[in-house]
């Protein structure tokens, strides 16, 4: 286990200058997309309804050839910033990941403070709100998705927690060199999504090619590193998101001077549809 003190990279924005190369590192492929970290501009930002002093990056959402399960958010909202009414959807639940400042989530009544490695789980319907009460502004991930619920299991409640209380678990045979920190427990069979922190310390691989049913979300927090995209071996590092399709070959070689970090989604614990996503609210 490492001891390390955890960074969050968050986007900055801004434009840059005409003397720039074009040259960049985006990939959109039928398995698999790179949004690198240059690519999340000013110019690139979304306006969402009922938020106030708050922009977001869209950096996934359930797209023809993208991703099918997911929408991934980087929320940015200034302080005195937030919405009383964020979610439009009431049969989403939602994850939120503080990267920078601190946003007070309210349910129930209670208010929590959240500040960087602040996660929360919120189920479908839970009626919360989000303001930023501090001086700078708040960044953080906010991924949705549509919970699929199933006869005779309890949706799970509502969770808060920060990355620090959480011990990372060590994947087999590695001697902690790769560790995954998960905020739910994964034989808890009502979470339909899993959202994780894997760490690579300098020089960890993921010594296969993994090939699988769940769809990914990959935000990198910290570092660099090479990572295997279904044929191509492609070079990332902090703040960079990739989007893994389901059974998209993928490895890893964390090559660089550093720990390598990111927030995983994955979807969990559910049968395969045997219905195209269209017919599925018929």
Same mark, same amino acid.
């Given at each position: 286990m490492t001891t390390n003190i955890p960074t969050y990279y968050s986007p900055r924005g801004g434009h840059p200058p005409q003397t720039e190369l074009l040259t960049g590192r985006a990939v959109f492929t039928e398995?698999?997309?790179?949004?690198?970290? $240059? /690519?999340?501009?000013?110019?690139?930002?979304?306006?969402l309804p009922f938020w106030n002093g708050t922009r977001a990056w869209i950096i996934a959402r359930p797209l023809t %050839?993208?991703?099918?399960?997911f929408s991934q958010y980087i929320m940015e +909202?200034?302080? #005195? $910033? #937030?919405?009383?009414?964020?979610?439009?959807?009431?049969?989403?639940? #939602? /994850?939120?990941?503080?990267?920078e400042g601190e946003l007070t989530v309210k349910l129930d009544?209670? $208010?929590?403070?959240? %500040?960087? *490695?602040?996660?929360?789980?919120?189920?479908?319907?839970?009626?919360?709100?989000? /303001?930023?009460? #501090?001086? +700078? =502004?708040?960044?953080?991930?906010w991924i949705r998705k549509a919970y699929e619920k199933v006869e005779g299991v309890p949706v799970p409640e509502a969770l808060f927690i920060n990355e620090r209380d959480v011990a990372p678990t060590s994947m087999p045979g590695t001697a902690?060199?790769?560790?995954?920190?998960?905020?739910?427990? =994964?034989?808890?069979? *009502?979470?339909d999504m899993h959202v994780n922190i894997v760490t690579f310390e300098p020089g960890a691989v993921i010594p296969f090619t993994e090939t699988h049913v769940m769809e990914h979300g990959l935000y990198v927090l910290e570092g660099k590193a090479v990572y295997r995209l279904?044929?191509?071996?492609?070079?990332?590092?902090?703040g960079d998101f990739m989007w893994l399709r389901a059974f998209c070959p993928q490895a890893c070689y964390a090559g660089g001077p550093g720990r390598f970090r990111y927030l995983l989604y994955k979807d969990v614990n559910r049968h395969a549809s045997l219905r195209p996503a269209w017919q599925l609210s018929r």
């Open positions: 398995a698999y997309a790179v949004i690198p970290s $240059g /690519v999340m501009r000013d110019i690139v930002t979304s306006n %050839g993208f991703a099918e399960t +909202v200034q302080p #005195g $910033g #937030g919405s009383d009414k964020p979610e439009p959807d009431s049969s989403a639940e #939602g /994850v939120l990941f503080v990267t009544g209670k $208010g929590h403070r959240m %500040g960087p *490695g602040g996660y929360a789980f919120l189920p479908p319907a839970s009626g919360w709100s989000a /303001v930023n009460e #501090g001086a +700078v =502004p708040a960044r953080f991930h902690g060199r790769w560790a995954t920190t998960r905020f739910v427990d =994964p034989d808890d069979i *009502g979470h279904n044929r191509d071996w492609v070079e990332v590092e902090a």
